[in-house]
């Protein structure tokens, strides 16, 4: 099978609010996806309905072709699809290992071997394991959300924008993890309103716009849209 995630006909409301319209996409199996777009375009209430935090109004939201719409996100994670939140959301007063095994919480095998894939990876979690989850830097606890993510062994991983708040070096650490665990066979989707690092690492790109997906193209190809550009682009670009 081609696509891991086949989103179909999705709509999300809140009350009266209909914060996604109708979209379909899909994901294709190994790759690097992002959904770009403005601030409130939708972008994390539909990766919210995907892991079943939001229930969808209508719409189909396969993974290897098994229907999610109605499962418990606890259930999902155990299918093999994680979300990172925004804002990264760590567990501030547990250390970074604890953090790390609470992303495993569903799995009831050991943790050793995956918390050292974790450790190979962040080389400074390892090295501040001991350290309270608050008092690491802003990229550190960015590592740590997507660490805490992979330890459920996901062979999708959803990110909501990984990079929000980040100094631009901490970025491209990011970016540079994103395209290390897709090397190591995890397909991503990324949520990002960083349009230009986004669509470099991306194969391919769906431009999301008040609910609805308006675009959609291969990474390279939405990079020079003018469209894409003008609206994205021009302040990303250096
Ligand atoms: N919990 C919520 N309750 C009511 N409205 C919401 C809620 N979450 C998001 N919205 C609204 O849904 C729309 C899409 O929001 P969101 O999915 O967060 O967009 P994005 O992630 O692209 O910024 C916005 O109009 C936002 O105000
Ligand atoms: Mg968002």
Known sequence: MSNILEVKDLNVSYGGIKAVKDISFSVPKGEVVTLIGANGAGK???????????????????????????????????????????????????????NLKIGAYMRKDSLDEDMNWVYDLFSRLKERSWQLAGTLSGGEQQMLAIGRA???????????????????????????????????????????????????AANLGYVMETGRITLSGTGAELLENEAVKAAYLGKAKK
């Not at 062994?153 to 395209?179: Q, T, W, Y």
């Open 44 to 98: 994390s209430s539909t990766l919210r309905s995907i892991v079943g935090l939001v229930k969808p109004e209508s719409g189909s939201i396969l993974l290897k072709g098994e229907e999610l719409a109605g499962v418990s996100t606890e259930q999902i994670v155990t299918k093999g699809i994680t979300l990172v939140p925004e804002g990264r959301r760590v567990f501030p007063d547990m250390t970074v290992a604890e």
């Open 150 to 200: 992979l330890m459920s062994r996901p062979e999708i991983i959803m990110m909501d924008e990984p990079s929000l708040g980040l100094a631009p070096i901490i970025v491209k650490g990011v970016f540079d993890i994103i395209r290390e665990i897709n090397k190591q066979g995890v397909t991503i989707l990324l949520v990002e309103q960083n349009a230009n690092m986004a669509l470099k």
